[in-house]
């Protein structure tokens, strides 16, 4: 699958089972969803049938599962299906269900991941977004959990599980694909320590649960019907539930996620804090909508999208585009332009290199038409085929052509001209790359 667009889901697909918690019977259906609609819940069973954003702001409970409240509305245990979509590589989906809780099946996700297949994901066009964490984050609790994200060209996720007394200390590392996913971490089954079932159950909790669904330790003991799939197994599922509670944040992570002793109220906090920070990186940029049709871009406007400043800004106004892949801007050129002076005394003539200054800056504009490349600026790499075809004198008004020609990750190459009164006055081919600012 590309993984630089989002992915939904090709079809629908049901599950039927009992939920962990409540012990309903419930069907769940996995279906598609447009792009950039995220996850959301749907309980079928009320009138309204209405909806719940996966959104860490809707987060209620977080004892033994992650529970999710709109109003009086609740959906409960909500990390196991979200960890599979995630894991395998869905941004885009709706879980409709007819209880208030999905099923618990195995105590995996991986009955969610066949679920997954079984409907088939699709590519989808608009650009699939991935904050890359740049600083480290971290998040201390007061029981003991320690929870850091650290810069990471992936996604990766590291866990130490240590259970009451130190019992079944287990550490699992891995990078998250949706190979890695499926045969790794989804197998994973929840478990729970033998002297706190009583207690759950008295508060109403794991109504569902049972040696077919869950691993019960006693003392040394691990009690199931199955014997542990991996060494690590407990190990393995924390990092399952840190992959479900951490999409609450709403953002897929390139980082390095270390977690000790995690569980779904430092994941949680964890997502919130994911979610506000991005929020601060992203206003430390101001917000500009590029147009996606026919647009003028004003100077105001250049000023949001470039950070060029006098006196090496080239770019008074965007007159004009045509799809994503073309762009007409404007210079005035007048008698007040700082280079004058110097160039030449007597006999003023714009240096071609601010010619081809400017028509940088114009492609620059038209690479950030591209989701994707919002907040980045571009860094010259070459100028090929270089011609200069008439002066361009101060009174002139000079109209820069650019053409997207290949765009290569970060890599773009344009074919640019400079007009003034219909003449070619330049002209160039040029390949810049495209950074964060």
């Known amino acids: 699958m590309p993984a630089d667009v989002q992915h939904t889901l090709a079809g629908s697909a049901t599950l039927e089972g009992t939920s962990l918690h409540t012990g309903a019977k419930v069907t769940l259906t996995l279906k598609p969803a447009p792009e950039n609609h995220g996850f959301k819940f749907r309980r079928i069973d ?65 009955p969610f991941v066949e679920l997954i297949k079984k409907a088939g994901i699709v590519a989808q066009s608009a650009p699939r977004r991935v904050w890359e964490i740049r600083e480290p984050i971290h998040l201390e609790t007061g029981d003991g959990s320690l929870l850091t994200v650290v810069p990471c060209k992936t ?26 996913y499926e045969k790794e971490i989804a197998p994973a089954r929840t478990f729970v320590y033998y002297e706190d079932v009583k207690p759950l159950l008295d508060k109403g909790l794991i109504k569902g649960g ?35 509670d951490l999409m609450l944040s709403g953002k897929r992570i390139l980082g390095h996620v270390i977690c000790v002793k995690p569980g779904h109220g430092p994941n949680t906090k964890l997502a919130a804090i994911l979610k506000r920070e991005y929020s601060r990186m992203r206003s430390l940029a101001a917000p ?21 400043r006098y006196p090496f800004l080239m770019v008074d106004r965007i007159v004009d585009f045509v799809g994503d892949t073309k762009c007409t801007g404007v210079k005035n050129v007048t008698i007040n332009e700082p280079f004058f002076p110097g160039h030449f005394p007597g006999h003023p003539i714009m240096p071609g290199v601010l ?28 100028a ?31 074919r640019c001209r400079c007009f003034v009164n219909g003449e070619l006055a330049s002209e160039a081919e040029l390949k810049f790359a495209l950074v964060d600012s």
Not at 52 to 61: L, M, P, R, Y
Not at 288 to 308: C, Q, R, T, W, Y
Not at 358 to 378: C, F, T, W, Y
């Open 46 to 110: 009320i009138p309204d049938q209405p909806f719940i954003d996966a959104d860490v702001d809707k987060v209620q409970t977080v004892e033994r599962a992650t529970t999710l409240a709109e109003g009086s509305v609740k959906v409960h245990t909500v990390e196991h299906v979200l960890s599979a979509l995630c894991g395998m590589g869905v941004d885009n989906a709706i879980i409709e269900m007819d209880a208030n809780e999905p099923p618990i099946g195995d105590g995996s996700s991986a």
């Open 155 to 180: 996604f990766r996720v590291s866990v130490t599980n240590v259970g009451p007394d130190g019992r079944f200390a287990q550490y699992f590392s891995s990078e998250v694909t949706p190979e890695t």
């Open 210 to 244: 049972s040696l077919e669904n869950a691993v019960v330790v006693r003392g040394d003991q691990v009690m199931s019907k199955e014997a542990v799939r991996f060494p690590n197994e407990f190990a393995r599922h924390k990092a399952l539930d840190v992959i479900g």
């Open 288 to 308: 500009f909508a590029m147009p996606s049709g026919e647009a003028v871009l004003d100077i105001n406007d250049v000023l949001k999208l470039l950070p060029h």
């Open 355 to 382: 010619q081809l200054e400017a028509m940088a800056q114009v492609s620059s504009i038209l690479m950030l038409r591209k989701p994707e490349n919002v907040g980045k600026i571009g860094y010259f790499m070459s």
């Open 384 to 414: 090929d085929s270089v011609k200069w075809r008439r002066p361009v004198l101060p009174g002139d008004t000079l109209f820069i052509e650019a053409e997207v020609v290949k765009v290569r990750g970060n890599i773009g190459s344009t």
